[in-house]
């Protein structure tokens, strides 16, 4: 008689296409319904970290982390969707896919956003939240059927193979920056978490629904988007524009060579984006749907990348990008001076201005002439990112206009409506505008070895009457 023990497949082929035993696929404790559930809260529970990391990069000043949130928030909203599309492959719409599915976990994570300081985000977030998430995908992937549901199970599978990653990042970050002593303190706080899981029966509903949803935490207030971007002290003299690289790059007259130097300034200094960009998310956060979220957080995480590059470029030259101002007033001035739909204007009409000739397609030319390889490897993937991302702008900007030519011009007006504070910054003692152009050229030239271009060394443009793209200011 034929029996899953003892069910022979041809000359002992893996069973079912390597998917389980037979003895495994004969099991039906498992539905759809429960296969729907599971998904729906790690969806929300997912969708509301994505927001909290995102929320939270702004105001972070270590760069390190403003970086690493940018990752993991891209990833879960990853996660996110590949949910979104199997949920979707299951259940006719509506999906109910915004509803709440248990108060406890809303409460939960109105908690965690609102985390007091960066050590408590950190364990609230890597150390409490996410091995909550693992854990429940690990479950998902056992339980689930895994031929009636093998797509869930990939899904699942994926998701624990990039969560195991992010909380070993976590893990890492936590013992970094987190006092030994300090560690106790927050003790009492990740227990009072643990309560809301208790009462929701665990974050995928599969315990029973243990105790009441506790009131929020007395100890701190309920959180609020902090639109000001903040630095670490490695950061000294953030307000300084007294440099104006794109007038250096624009310039014939200097050398390729010199220009990678200034593109790689370029390059970390746009860690002001994922600060701005984050505040678009957080203020159009129910008023777009899901997809512009996903698009806007890959394209946020490509701008720390970006950042990255320019700070790997300067490790590769021997100099440190510190001793230099990294400014950060384009994200400060745009956060604080205009609403949502305007800043995500001059994001699209600056991104859109380095597709001509004289953008993206021009720093990948200076930096392959310049003979630095790394410079050319890394503008060729900056350009790569920048045509996405003006593709992302032609999806969720441009619509809202009536041309590409109005979306145009109504990001250029709210760019030229920026106050600068040139001089604001100037008279509150905040910045002296430096120019910190000739001592970088100087140590590199000292690195490479070549003397220096004294027009080069002699450069001195600032940005008290333009604009990154040279316009002049009224
Ligand atoms: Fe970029
Ligand atoms: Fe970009």
């Known amino acids: 008689m034929t029996s899953p023990e003892n069910y022979q497949t041809y000359r002992g082929l893996p069973a079912l296409a390597g998917l389980c035993s037979m003895q495994r696929a004969v099991e039906s404790n498992w539905s759809l319904d429960e296969s729907v559930s599971r998904l729906k809260r790690l969806h929300y529970v997912l969708k509301r970290l994505h927001e909290t990391l995102t929320a939270r990069l702004t105001a972070e000043p270590i760069y390190e982390l403003k970086t690493a949130f940018a990752h993991h928030a891209y990833l879960f909203a990853e996660h996110v ?10 259940r006719e719409p509506p999906l109910g896919l ?7 976990l809303e409460a939960w994570l109105d908690e965690i956003i609102a985390a007091p300081t960066t050590p408590a985000l950190l364990v609230a977030v890597y150390q409490h939240a996410v091995r909550a998430v693992l854990e429940a995908c690990q479950r998902l992937q056992r339980d689930a059927h895994p031929l009636a549901d093998a797509p869930t199970v990939r899904v699942a599978k994926w998701m624990v193979f990039e969560l195991q990653e992010v909380a070993d990042y976590g893990d890492q970050a936590v013992a970094c920056l987190v006092d030994q002593d300090e560690e106790p303190s927050l003790q009492p706080w990740l227990e009072h978490l643990d309560r809301y899981l208790a009462a929701a029966g665990q974050l995928d509903g599969t315990q029973d629904e243990l105790g009441e949803i506790p009131d929020p935490w007395q100890n701190h207030p309920p959180y609020q988007y902090q ?8 950061f000294s003299d953030p307000y300084n524009a007294g440099v104006n690289p794109e007038a250096f790059l624009y310039d014939e007259s200097y050398t390729a060579r010199d220009k990678t130097l200034m593109m790689y300034y370029k390059r970390i200094r746009e860690v002001d984006v994922p600060e701005m960009m984050a505040s678009i998310l957080v203020d159009l956060k129910d008023e777009e749907p899901w997809p512009f979220h996903m698009e806007m957080s890959r394209q946020l995480w490509d701008e720390a990348r970006h950042a990255m590059m320019g700070e790997v470029g300067f490790v590769s030259q021997g100099l440190d990008w510190q001793k230099i101002p990294i400014n950060f007033t384009w994200s400060r001035n745009l956060n604080l001076q205009l609403d949502a739909r305007e800043r995500h204007g001059v994001l699209f009409f600056i991104e859109q201005g380095l597709m001509p000739r004289t953008g993206k397609r021009y720093e990948f030319e200076i930096a392959h002439e310049s003979g630095d390889p790394l410079a050319a490897l890394f503008q ?5 990112d920048e045509v996405l991302h003006a593709q992302i702008g032609r999806r969720w900007y441009v619509p809202r206009y009536e041309s590409l030519n109005e979306a145009l011009r109504y990001g250029d007006a709210c760019w030229s409506k920026v106050l600068s504070h040139w001089q604001q910054y100037l008279d509150q003692g905040l910045t002296e505008h430096r120019n910190w152009w000739p001592e970088l ?18 450069f001195n443009e600032n940005y008290a009457n333009s604009r ?4 002049k200011l009224q």
Not at 81 to 90: A, D, H, P
């Open 227 to 234: 639109a000001e971007p903040q630095r670490d002290e490695r």
């Open 81 to 90: 969707s590949l949910i979104r599309q199997r949920v979707g492959e299951m």
């Open 468 to 471: 990154a793209d040279l316009e």
């Open 441 to 458: 050229y100087a140590e590199a030239c000292r690195r490479w070895k070549q003397t220096p271009d004294p027009r080069a060394l002699a």
């Open 380 to 384: 060729d993937f900056d350009w790569a």
């Open 98 to 104: 915004d509803k709440v599915p248990h108060p406890a």
